[in-house]
């Protein structure tokens, strides 16, 4: 089965910087393209919430808290999402999951919903 793994959490301090990598994982016979991709974040406390999406033709949308800050890419050739944080704030600490739309083709071609098991990210001040 196919699987998205988060890595490039770590500690960070307020005004710096952190790239999140997001990478799928599967057989040459079953995973066939990635579709709309996001990430999401989720505070201690706190429900997970959107942070960046980018569709398959790479349209992008941010969250407003995030704006001008972070930025979302992919590199299909690779299956693989990014995310670009800049000027941190301590807010932003969570731990951040990608979440994505994948064709399969194993058993039969569909598209179905996955997500990573997230990376922590800490932002201190």
């Known amino acids: 089965q196919v699987q998205l793994v988060e890595s490039g959490g770590g500690e960070a301090q307020t005004g710096g910087s952190l790239r999140l990598s997001c990478a799928a994982s599967?057989?040459?016979?079953?995973?066939?393209?990635?579709?709309?991709m996001g990430w999401y974040r989720q505070a201690p406390g706190k429900r997970r919430e959107l942070v960046a999406t980018?569709?398959?033709?790479?349209?992008?949308n941010y969250a407003a808290s995030v704006k001008g800050r972070f930025t979302i890419s992919r590199d299909d050739a690779k299956d693989s999402v990014f995310l670009q944080m800049n000027s941190l704030k301590p807010e932003d600490t969570g731990v951040y999951y990608c979440?994505?739309?994948?064709?399969?083709?194993?058993?039969?071609?569909?598209?179905?919903?996955?997500w990573g098991p997230g990376t922590q990210v800490t932002v201190s001040s």
């Open positions: 979440k994505g739309m994948i064709v399969t083709m194993t058993p039969y071609r569909r598209m179905n919903e996955f």
């Open positions: 599967g057989s040459i016979f079953s995973l066939i393209s990635l579709n709309d």
């Open positions: 980018i569709t398959s033709a790479g349209s992008t």
